[in-house]
């Protein structure tokens, strides 16, 4: 029956696309009525993949916030067991149309016997948890001692709380259910008792387990925030790590050079897109964030795959492009392991100190110019005649008699004159490349080589909200 409203729904969107608006009508009532049907299309076919995905056998685990959501995880459960309705029902000794009923309207109206005995007959495990609090706790209490953790309200209603029970927060009517669920999204991703957050115990973060390579932070930094976020990004990332589907289909390349040539072409430079999908085909996930705050990027190896966290607020491409090869110049040089993570706590440029932050700086530039960088830093102050004034004329020529990406050349110029006293930043920010947003980019790449329909609804949504567009 889904499949056949999908179907019909996708029809109509495909009517309204070939049909001509009728004369007088308002063309933003169309677009309306299409989104909204574009939207029904989408839910579907999410709840056709999660179904597809049970009968697969892909997902075997289930979490519940409440007793409230054991009857829906228990038909869930019967469908990742592969048994139909009437198996069910020759196991409790009953009818089949008994069966129908009560999952029909989630086991309403059954006893507690009768649930454990579905339970029971289906062969799974519970584990429930269940604490009496005994802190007097408001929502705004309940967010303002997140704070001390690194954890500001608006990142934890936008980014880690459901969306129903974000709504009540901020329309400040939640009560002690929402908290308690609020606690226990924010207990599974941050690793803390869930009563300790409920009754405002919770003291520190711990990122022992996900980052050791650490480095010193910013002034203006707050080590809390920076703990947070990374192990925020090490959960998305972890979760990303189970549900990969698409294989290795190249290996590495084995220098510098090579994986320029991999990712160029005659009359076409190094782009974002491109270094992304050969990252992609060598086995390595890359992640794409765009909150504010936090830190800059870091780098994980997880059940033998690397996984890049790339973390920008601006679109520039040449922005992205320069972290993804410095995040790929730490895999190259050995700096990541098993036991070891990169987290970078600074913004990453040219300008980072540090023997394993100038070794990727290294390797970065090197892939981006082709180990020609100050061949080509010479033939723009040639053409230029020494005189800075033209270089913002000259320096398109010069990037494309070298192949080379026009913005990640005019940010290398400029980081070469800021040595000198000189600040061409403004000119060199008007030669960067519009197109297609990198966080866009990184976000439909990823998507094409996972399955989030493997993981549990809850940690689907977090990522799905980790990744939304601005």
Not at 13 to 21: C, D, F, L, T
Not at 358 to 384: K, P
Request: glycine letters at 6%; charged letters at 25%.
């Amino acid at each position: 029956m889904t499949k056949a409203h999908v179907r019909t729904f996708a029809d109509a969107i495909e009517g309204m696309r070939s049909a001509p608006v009728p004369e007088g009508a308002d063309p933003t009532i169309r677009d309306v009525q299409r989104r909204a049907l574009q939207s029904q299309v989408e839910e579907l076919s999410s709840e056709l993949k999660e179904y597809e995905a049970l009968r697969a056998g892909n997902v075997t685990s289930f979490e519940a916030a409440s007793l409230s959501d054991l009857p829906l995880l228990l038909v869930k459960a019967r469908i990742a067991r592969g048994q139909t309705q009437r198996e069910l029902a020759e196991r409790l000794n009953v009818k089949e149309q008994q069966v129908q009923r009560w999952e029909g309207n989630e086991f309403h109206g059954a006893s507690l016997d009768t649930l454990r005995a579905v339970a029971d007959a289906l062969g799974v495990a519970l584990r429930q948890e269940m604490f009496i609090p005994s802190a007097r706790v408001t929502p705004k209490d309940f967010l303002l001692s997140l704070e001390k953790l690194g954890l500001s309200s608006e990142f934890v209603l936008k980014r880690i709380v459901p969306s129903p029970v974000a709504s009540l927060f901020r329309d400040e009517v939640a009560g002690l259910k929402e908290i308690v669920s609020a606690a226990g999204g924010l207990g599974r991703v941050f690793g803390i008792q869930v009563s300790d957050l409920v009754e405002m115990k919770a003291q520190k973060m711990s990122v022992s387990a996900v980052a050791v390579t650490r480095f010193k932070l910013p002034a203006r930094a707050k080590r809390a925030a920076v703990d947070a976020y990374t192990v925020y990004a090490h959960y998305l990332s972890a979760l990303l790590a189970d549900c990969v589907e698409v294989e290795t289909v190249r290996s590495p390349p084995a220098s510098y050079h090579d994986f320029h040539l991999a990712v160029t072409a005659p009359g076409s430079p190094m782009s974002f897109e491109a270094v992304v999908r050969l990252l992609w085909d060598c086995g390595t996930i890359v992640l794409p964030l765009h909150d504010a705050g936090g830190f800059h990027g870091a780098v994980w190896k997880i059940k033998g795959r690397f996984v890049i966290v790339l973390k920008q607020t601006t679109q520039l491409e040449s922005r992205w492009l320069y972290d993804a090869l410095h995040e790929w110049g730490h895999i190259e040089n050995g700096d990541v392991t098993e036991d070891i993570a990169h987290v970078e706590e600074q913004e990453i440029s040219p300008e980072n100190s540090g023997k394993q932050e100038e070794a990727a700086n290294e390797w970065a530039e090197n892939a981006l110019f082709d180990g020609r960088s100050e061949e080509i830093e010479a033939t723009c102050t040639a053409a230029c005649n020494n005189r800075l004034q033209k270089l913002k004329i000259v320096l398109p020529k010069v990037a494309k008699d070298f192949n080379v990406n026009v913005g990640s050349l005019a940010n290398h110029m400029a980081y070469r004159l800021a040595e000198q006293g000189e600040n061409w930043w403004g000119a060199a920010k008007n030669l960067q490349h519009g197109g297609r947003p990198p966080f866009t980019v990184a976000r439909k790449l990823l998507l094409e080589h996972v399955n989030l329909t493997r993981l549990s609804p809850f940690d689907r949504e977090l990522l799905e909200r980790a990744l939304e567009e601005k």
